[in-house]
């Protein structure tokens, strides 16, 4: 099977940046507060892929973190492929150990800069932060995170809380259309407004949403050092006593 993640070189050349500058970012915080960001695919069209183990997400072309799934993610491409069809994906992308504190109650919010950052990459229509769209159909006594002494009890904020990190995983989740460059014939209009058809030729791309896992990953790492940087401008890294408040294991699940 030819690598799923071929072609899309423009789009490319405008991430690679983005993502070679991220890899610094990932690797600052790392070594400054122990901070772990990492993405995987959640879903593939109607596909839906479990989190069961990270370490499996280098190992595959689909970023998934469970590689069981693999072939049934193959299948599912190389019958797109030869309808000329497209799907889309569905991202996930975690930040474990994350300083609290990290943020501002209103104009410079920690979530609004991550969605602001994550909008900002190609083909995403979707971003949630914790439970996202689910908080719809809690009930404020389920979405709470409840405080114990042993620290959270959940994490449906997901690690963000009035605009500032609560040192909690930030779960960030981005819904990826489909692509729009397909061999389908589609309706259109020509220049002078009369109707037409598009049909895109030559190398096709199923699912953009495949690649987006280390972009988000660059997204994030981006937003978190530049939240990091201010912060220690303002505060000049004056300590507190406050001990950190636990949350539930970071396995970057809701």
């Given at each position: 099977?030819r690598?799923p993640r071929?072609?899309?070189r423009?789009?490319?050349?405008?991430?690679?940046?983005?993502?070679?500058?991220?890899?610094?970012?990932?690797?600052w915080?790392?070594?400054?507060?122990g901070?772990?960001?990492r993405?995987?695919?959640?879903?593939l069209?109607e596909?839906?892929?479990?989190?069961t183990?990270?370490?499996?997400?280098?190992?595959?072309?689909f970023?998934?973190?469970d590689?069981?799934?693999?072939?049934?993610l193959?299948?599912y491409?190389?019958?797109?492929?030869?309808?000329?069809?497209?799907?889309?994906?569905r991202?996930?992308?975690v930040?474990?150990?994350?300083?609290?504190?990290?943020?501002e109650?209103l104009?410079d919010?920690?979530?609004?800069?991550?969605?602001?950052?994550?909008?900002?990459?190609?083909?995403?229509?979707?971003v949630?932060?914790?439970s996202?769209?689910a908080?719809v159909t809690?009930?404020?006594?389920?979405h709470?995170?409840e405080?114990?002494?042993?620290?959270?009890?959940?994490?449906?904020?997901?690690?963000?809380l009035g605009?500032?990190?609560t040192?909690?995983?930030?779960?960030?989740?981005?819904?990826i259309?489909?692509?729009?460059?397909?061999?389908?014939?589609?309706?259109?209009i020509?220049?002078d407004?009369?109707?037409?058809?598009?049909?895109?030729?030559?190398?096709?791309?199923?699912?953009?949403?495949?690649?987006?896992?280390?972009?988000a990953?660059?997204?994030l790492?981006?937003?978190?050092?530049?939240?990091a940087?201010?912060?220690?401008?303002q505060n000049?890294e004056v300590?507190?006593a406050?001990?950190?408040?636990?949350?539930p294991a970071?396995?970057g699940?809701r």
């Open positions: 099977m690598d071929g072609g899309g423009s789009s490319a050349r405008l991430t690679a940046p983005a993502v070679a500058a991220g890899a610094i970012a990932k690797k915080l790392r070594e400054r507060f901070t772990q960001i993405g995987c695919m959640t879903q069209g596909v839906v892929i479990p989190v183990d990270w370490s499996q997400v280098p190992n595959n072309p970023f998934a973190a590689a069981s799934v693999v072939p049934k193959e299948e491409m190389d019958a797109l492929r030869r309808a000329g069809d497209s799907c889309g994906a991202v996930r992308v930040a474990d150990n994350v300083p609290v504190g990290l943020g109650p104009y919010k920690l979530d609004a800069d991550i969605a602001y950052a994550m909008m900002g990459v190609n083909a995403v229509k979707g949630e932060i914790g996202g769209f908080c809690q009930k404020g006594s389920e709470g995170d405080l114990t002494p042993e620290g959270f009890a959940t994490n449906h904020a997901g690690g963000v605009g500032i990190s040192g909690q995983p930030i779960v960030v989740e981005l819904a259309k489909p692509t729009s460059s397909i061999r389908v014939p589609r309706r259109s020509d220049l407004g009369a109707p037409t058809t598009v049909e895109t030729l030559g190398r096709h791309d199923p699912c953009v949403g495949i690649r987006a896992a280390p972009i990953e660059a997204m790492a981006l937003v978190l050092i530049d939240h940087l201010r912060d220690r401008g000049a300590a507190v406050t001990p950190r408040i636990a949350g970071p396995h699940t």
